[in-house]
C-alpha cells in the first residue's frame, strides 16, 4: 500500500481512518524486520528535509521519508511530470558518511564533511548526494538507514517472501479498505508473476470467501496467503521422513541428513538444527521439527547450495602469492565502454567491494602537472591519479585484508612520474611495500598472510632486486615498454607510430618489487633468465593460444612466477573472454572488465565466492606441485583425474521477478539451464522446458547428469531465463559457484541479477548428488 495512490479524495473522517491504517501497516512490516518500536524506523517513516547535491550550483532542499512497506523510499520533485520518485532499499549497495563521493567531493565544501553522505546504488544508477542541515541530523539519517539494510538483507529467504507477497497484496488492495475483491486478486497474482484463468481465480476465490461476503478479510485472506504458498514438493519431502506422530524427530532428521543431504552428520547435529530452525517451542522441547520449521531450515544456509563451511577463509593462506588465483580488474577506471565511457573513482570502489585484488590504473600526463588516468586514444573522461589512490586507499580492505597490486600502464614523462610515486608513497603510507620483506634477496614470493593490509605495485623496473634494494644514482632510464600499453597505441584510434621504449623514473622504478613487468619471450627464457618476481602479460589471443597447444608448460611457468592476462583491445565494447581456460593451466592475474555484467563476470564472481570471498584461492596442488604433468586437453592420469558424475534435479522455483515490469499482464515462461565449466572435456549444458505464465511457483522435476573428470577446474552455473520464441531468452536470475563447494541434497540456490545483486525472494529448488563415476 503507497501513500502516493491516486484515489478519491477523503473526508476528514476517512483520512484520519486512512492514516490510522498506513500506521499499522508500518507497524506490521516493522515487526516482520524485527524492529517493532525502533527509533530509527519511526524516524524515517516521518522524514524530514535533505539538500540533495548535484553541482556547484544545483543544490536544492528536497522531502525524504521510508513509506509504511518500510522497504521503499520516497522523496519529493519539482518536476512537472515525475513529482515524486522513489527507490527501494533492495537497489541501494552502501551508505556513506561524509564527502565520499565523486559528486559530494567535487560540489561541497569541506568543512561541512560531517554534514554530507552518499546513497550509493546498485549497478549503474546515479548516487544520490545528500547534505543534512547539521552533524547529528546526518548521523542519523547514515545510521537509520543502514539499519533498515541490515536487518532486510538478514532476514532469511521465507521471511523476505513473506514480506514480499504482504506487500503486494496491499498494492493490489486498491482501495485500501483491508478487503481483497476478486478483482483485486486477479491483480495481485499477476504482480507476483502468475497468470491463471478466470475460473480458477473464481475458484481459490470461493474457496476462500467463507462468509460468502464477495471479498476476502482477516483470516480470508490468511487462508488465501497459506493456499498460495504452500510448497507441495516440500511436503512430500518431509512426508517421506516425518514418522513420529506425523512430525519429524530427532531421528528422523538424523536419517534424512544422512539418506538425503550425505552429510556425516550425528544426533547432535540433528539436534542443534531442530534448536536453531524449529519455529514452535512445545515441539523444539520435544526435540521435534515440523513442517515450517523444516522449511526454514531448507530456507537457511544449511539448507542452501553454497557449502557454509566456505563461507569465510577455510583455505591455506601461507603459501607464496603466485599459488593463488587472484581476481583482478582490466581497465578498472572505466564505469562503461573504452571508446567514450566516464572514468571514475567510483568504478575502483566497486571494483575493491567486490574483494577485487588487482586493478588497473592506465596513468597519462595531465594538465597542471597532475597525471590523470583514462583510456588513451579515446573519448573517455580523465580522473586525477592522485584521486584514484585515495579512494583505492580508503576502500581496499573493506571486504578482504589480503594485499592489493595495482598494475600501472605508465604513459606519463619522467617527471610526472615522480609525482605518481610521491603519491603512491605520500598516500599509500605505510601500506605500501617499497622493499623485499626480511633482510636478505627473497627467492620466493611471499604469501597473502604475510601481505595482509599491504599494496603491491606491478610495473616496469630499472634493475633486479637487492636486499637493500637499490642505491644507484641514476635519476632515470630507458626501458621497454608495456605489453598492454603497445597494445593499446596498435588498437586506439589516433594511433602513434609504435615506440618500444620509455623513459621510467628511478623514483617509481624503486617502489616495484614483487610484480616487475617484463615481456615474454617463451617458457624456456623465462624458466632461464627470469627471476621469479618478473611477470609477464598476455593478450588473450596469445594466452588462449599457449593454453592449447603448451598447457602443460604454462602450468610449470606459473608454478613459480605470476602471469597476467587482459581482454584483446578489439573488445571495445568492453566484453570479456571465458576466465575459465586461463584458471585451467594456472594463471593467476586473469584480468577481466568488471563493468561489463555478463556470464564470464558470473563466471568470475562464482569462482572467487568461497574462501571469505577474500580475492584469492588456492590453486589445486596438481598446479602447484612442480612433479606435476597435469594437461587440461587431454585425459592423462593423475591425482587430478577424479571423475564423478554430478546428478542435478531441477525441482521448482519461487517468486521469479517480472522482466517487463512496465507491461502490466506480461508474465514469465521460465526455463533452467546447468551449465559445467572446467577443463574442455567436462564443458556442457543442459536445460528443462519452459513452463507458460508461471514465475511465481514453477515446477520443472526434470533429472539430468553430468560427467565431471577434474572436479577441482569446474564451475556450475544455474540460469533461469524467460522462454521467448521469436528472440533472444530474457536473463531472469542466475548462480555460480564452484563444484568443490556444491553441497548435495535437497537445496536452495539464491538467484542473483546480471549485475550479480541477490534477487531478494527468489529462488530454485533443486536435488544434488556429486559420486564418484563407477
Keep these: 500500500m503507497s501513500c502516493l495512490h491516486k484515489c478519491p479524495k477523503r473526508t476528514e473522517s476517512e483520512e484520519l481512518v486512512f492514516q490510522e491504517q498506513l500506521k499499522k501497516v508500518a507497524l506490521e512490516n516493522g515487526k516482520r524486520l524485527g524492529l517493532e518500536g525502533d527509533p530509527d524506523l519511526h524516524f524515517l517513516l516521518v522524514g524530514g528535509q535533505l539538500v540533495k547535491v548535484r553541482s556547484n550550483s544545483w543544490k536544492k532542499a528536497r522531502y525524504f521519508k521510508l513509506q509504511e512497506d518500510c522497504k521503499t523510499f520516497w522523496h519529493e520533485s519539482k518536476k512537472i511530470i515525475r513529482r515524486n520518485h522513489t527507490f527501494s532499499i533492495d537497489d541501494i549497495d552502501s551508505v556513506r558518511k561524509g564527502r565520499q563521493s565523486e559528486g559530494l567531493s567535487k560540489h561541497t565544501d569541506p568543512s561541512l564533511e560531517d554534514y554530507c553522505f552518499a546513497i550509493i546504488f546498485k549497478g549503474r544508477q546515479k548516487n544520490l548526494d545528500l547534505m543534512a542541515a547539521n552533524e547529528a541530523d546526518a548521523k542519523r539519517w547514515v545510521n537509520a538507514i543502514e539499519k533498515i539494510i541490515n536487518n532486510m538483507r538478514n532476514l532469511n529467504r521465507q521471511q523476505k517472501s513473506e514480506h514480499w507477497i504482504i506487500n503486494c497484496m496491499r498494492k493490489a488492495d486498491k482501495n485500501d479498505d483491508n478487503q481483497m475483491t476478486l478483482k483485486e486478486l486477479k491483480h495481485f497474482l499477476r504482480q507476483i508473476n502468475v497468470e491463471v484463468d478466470d475460473t480458477y481465480a473464481e475458484e481459490i476465490f470461493r474457496k476462500c470467501d467463507t462468509s460468502n461476503s464477495g471479498s476476502l478479510e482477516g483470516s480470508e485472506i490468511k487462508h488465501f496467503y497459506d493456499l498460495l504458498t504452500q510448497r507441495e514438493e516440500v511436503d512430500v519431502?518431509?512426508?517421506?521422513?516425518?514418522?513420529?506422530?506425523?512430525?519429524?524427530?530427532?531421528?528422523?532428521?538424523?536419517?534424512?541428513?544422512?539418506?538425503?543431504?550425505?552429510?556425516?552428520?550425528?544426533?547432535?547435529?540433528?539436534?542443534?538444527?531442530?534448536?536453531?530452525?524449529?519455529?514452535?517451542?512445545?515441539?523444539?522441547?520435544?526435540?521435534?521439527?515440523?513442517?515450517?520449521?523444516?522449511?526454514?531450515?531448507?530456507?537457511?544456509?544449511?539448507?542452501?547450495?553454497?557449502?557454509?563451511?566456505?563461507?569465510?577463509?577455510?583455505?591455506?593462506?601461507?603459501?607464496?602469492?603466485?599459488?593463488?588465483?587472484?581476481?583482478?580488474?582490466?581497465?578498472?577506471?572505466?564505469?562503461?565502454?573504452?571508446?567514450?565511457?566516464?572514468?571514475?573513482?567510483?568504478?575502483?570502489?566497486?571494483?575493491?567491494?567486490?574483494?577485487?585484488?588487482?586493478?588497473?590504473?592506465?596513468?597519462?600526463?595531465?594538465?597542471?602537472?597532475?597525471?590523470?588516468?583514462?583510456?588513451?586514444?579515446?573519448?573517455?573522461?580523465?580522473?586525477?591519479?592522485?584521486?584514484?589512490?585515495?579512494?583505492?586507499?580508503?576502500?581496499a580492505f573493506k571486504t578482504s585484508d589480503y594485499p592489493v597490486i595495482l598494475s600501472l600502464e605508465n604513459h606519463c614523462t619522467v617527471e610526472q612520474q615522480k609525482l605518481m610515486a610521491h603519491h603512491l608513497i605520500s598516500i599509500l603510507s605505510d601500506a605500501l611495500v617499497t622493499k623485499p620483506l626480511g633482510n636478505t634477496v627473497p627467492s620466493n614470493f611471499p604469501s597473502p598472510e604475510e601481505l595482509k593490509g599491504k599494496f603491491l605495485i606491478k610495473g616496469k623496473r630499472l634493475n633486479k632486486l637487492s636486499a637493500g634494494n637499490n642505491n644507484s644514482n641514476i635519476e632515470e632510464d630507458t626501458v621497454s615498454e608495456e605489453d598492454e600499453a603497445a597494445d593499446c597505441k596498435e588498437n586506439g584510434q589516433k594511433a602513434k607510430p609504435k615506440k618500444s621504449k620509455i623513459k621510467l623514473a628511478k623514483a617509481l622504478s624503486d617502489i616495484v618489487i614483487y610484480c616487475k613487468s617484463v615481456h615474454f619471450n617463451g617458457f624456456e627464457h623465462a624458466k632461464e633468465q627470469q627471476e621469479f618476481y618478473e611477470m609477464s602479460s598476455f593478450k588473450e589471443g596469445k594466452a588462449f593460444n599457449l593454453a592449447e597447444t603448451s598447457a602443460t608448460a604454462y602450468i610449470h611457468h606459473n608454478m613459480d612466477k605470476l602471469s597476467r592476462i587482459y581482454p584483446a583491445g578489439s573488445r571495445t565494447d568492453s566484453s570479456n573472454y571465458n576466465p575459465v581456460p586461463m584458471w585451467n593451466v594456472g594463471c593467476q592475474i586473469v584480468a577481466l572488465n568488471f563493468q561489463t555484467p555478463y556470464k564470464e563476470m558470473h563466471i568470475n564472481q562464482g569462482r572467487f565466492l568461497p574462501n571469505g570471498f577474500c580475492g584469492y584461492i588456492l590453486k589445486p596442488e596438481f598446479q602447484r606441485s612442480l612433479s606435476s604433468q597435469f594437461d587440461p586437453n587431454t585425459l592423462t592420469n593423475g591425482p587430478w583425474l577424479q571423475k564423478k558424475t554430478f546428478h542435478v534435479m531441477v525441482i521448482s522455483a519461487q517468486q521469479l521477478p517480472k522482466i517487463n515490469k512496465d507491461k502490466h499482464k506480461s508474465i514469465v515462461d521460465p526455463l533452467v539451464r546447468v551449465e559445467i565449466y572446467g577443463i574442455p572435456a567436462d564443458n556442457a549444458s543442459k536445460e528443462t522446458h519452459y513452463i507458460e505464465n508461471n514465475g511465481f511457483n514453477p515446477m520443472w522435476n526434470e533429472r539430468f547428469q553430468f560427467d565431471v573428470h577434474v572436479p577441482e577446474l569446474a564451475m556450475v552455473r544455474f540460469v533461469v531465463e524467460d522462454y521467448d520464441s521469436t528472440s533472444q531468452n530474457d536473463l531472469i536470475g542466475q548462480y555460480c559457484l564452484p563444484l568443490t563447494s556444491v553441497q548435495s541434497g535437497y537445496r536452495h540456490i539464491p538467484l542473483l541479477t546480471k549485475r550479480g545483486d541477490v534477487i531478494c525472494s527468489a529462488g530454485l529448488f533443486v536435488h544434488l548428488m556429486l559420486i564418484d563415476a563407477s
Design 237 to 395: 519431502i518431509y512426508g517421506n521422513y516425518a514418522q513420529t506422530d506425523g512430525q519429524m524427530s530427532a531421528r528422523d532428521l538424523l536419517n534424512f541428513l544422512l539418506n538425503e543431504q550425505r552429510e556425516q552428520a550425528s544426533m547432535e547435529d540433528a539436534l542443534k538444527l531442530i534448536e536453531k530452525y524449529e519455529v514452535d517451542e512445545t515441539e523444539k522441547q520435544q526435540n521435534r521439527m515440523t513442517k515450517d520449521g523444516f522449511l526454514m531450515y531448507l530456507h537457511h544456509e544449511d539448507g542452501s547450495i553454497f557449502n557454509p563451511a566456505h563461507r569465510d577463509v577455510y583455505q591455506d593462506m601461507s603459501q607464496p602469492l603466485n599459488h593463488y588465483y587472484i581476481s583482478s580488474s582490466h581497465n578498472t577506471y572505466l564505469m562503461e565502454d573504452q571508446l567514450k565511457g566516464p572514468s571514475s573513482t567510483e568504478a575502483y570502489i566497486k571494483a575493491l567491494m567486490k574483494s577485487c585484488r588487482c586493478v588497473e590504473l592506465d596513468c597519462w600526463d595531465g594538465p597542471n602537472g597532475e597525471p590523470v588516468i583514462y583510456h588513451g586514444y579515446t573519448l573517455t573522461s580523465k580522473v586525477l591519479f592522485r584521486d584514484v589512490i585515495k579512494a583505492i586507499k580508503d576502500y
